[in-house]
């Protein structure tokens, strides 16, 4: 074989295998939108497939070194949380709570009453049926939309999301509603995820659009911090900010990346490509401390 000839079969073949790649990535992005995005529980499948997690938590974690537990982690954060508000009257108001894990850690270590919100209700029943067991009549949980609380005005003295508003469709009415069921001189914490900046090239776009698609994000969520905060001014709080992006996304992969055993190549390389690639991330992980006047 002459070389012009090798040249064009080396061409043919490579072109060949990049649309056969294309393919195959096209049909993943496709499989991993459907598989999570109809059904968010499905992270639940892979997180307890990570060393050492045994609860059904579904946060990055709060992380002092890579080396704690995914579920010790998600325990820190919990602390980490609750220490940013003072809770009055021993109780208050968790919008989002998922499984109710933190619930009943807050509840186990604080002794803390709680009203528990969240839509989803296979997340409560089983949240609900967990409190049965363990005879705790101290966590009440309620099925419900976070942008139309069923509680009346004025009836929390604090509320507390973690990690979950950036699903709410629309986000401003979660804040709207927050800040009408808080009492005066009260407070709301959120822990949520923010854009860095508003401006991307075409891969990191694709990234945001992915991560977008599989946690159900609503495209109108997708703003920076300081948007965020103006959102939560115009809604009558007065609001302080605390970015843990470093522990959070980074140890959290890291943890992720080494722990799991979930194989499929697929999703191995798009964990190990993110823990490569952790500080161009496009995203920030902040505390936002709203007050209400």
């Known amino acids: 074989m002459d070389f012009k000839s090798l040249f064009n079969f080396i061409i043919i073949y490579s072109l060949i295998f990049t649309i056969i790649l294309a393919i195959l990535i096209y049909f993943f992005y496709k499989f991993t939108i459907n598989k999570f ?3 968010y529980d499905n992270f639940i499948k892979i997180l307890k497939n990570v060393d050492n997690n045994n609860l059904n938590f579904m946060n990055f974690g709060y992380w ?4 704690m537990s995914l579920t010790n982690a998600n325990k820190k954060l919990c ?17 989002g709570c998922g499984y109710g894990e933190q619930d009943f850690y807050w509840n186990e270590k604080y002794k803390y009453n709680i ?13 609900t049926e967990k409190a049965d067991k363990l005879n705790n009549d101290c966590i009440k949980f309620i099925q419900g939309d976070a942008t139309n609380l069923p ?31 808080l009492d005066n001189d009260s407070e709301l914490v959120i822990a949520d ?21 599989i946690l159900s994000v609503p495209n109108e969520n997708l703003i920076t911090a300081n948007t965020y905060v103006n959102n939560l001014k115009e809604c009558g709080f007065e609001v302080e900010t605390i970015n843990i ?10 943890h992720f990346s080494k722990n799991h055993h979930f194989s499929f190549y697929f999703y191995d390389k798009l964990v190990e490509i993110i823990t490569n690639n952790i500080q161009d991330i496009p995203f920030e992980y902040y505390i936002f401390k709203c007050k209400k006047k």
């Open 37 to 39: 995005s109809k059904n």
């Open 64 to 67: 002092d070194d890579e080396y």
């Open 79 to 95: 602390d980490f949380v609750i220490n940013q508000t003072q809770i009055k009257n021993n109780k208050f108001l968790d919008i």
């Open 115 to 127: 009203v528990a919100l969240d839509i989803s209700k296979k997340q409560i029943d089983y949240a």
């Open 151 to 181: 509680f009346s005005d004025n009836s929390f003295k604090n509320i507390i999301c973690l990690e979950s508003a950036f699903h709410y469709n629309p986000r401003k009415d979660f804040f709207k509603e927050s800040y009408r069921v």
């Open 193 to 213: 995820i923010v854009l860095k900046n508003n401006h991307y090239g075409i891969l990191k776009s694709l990234f945001i659009n992915f991560f977008k698609e």
């Open 245 to 254: 992006s470093s522990k959070t996304f980074k140890p959290y992969f890291n």
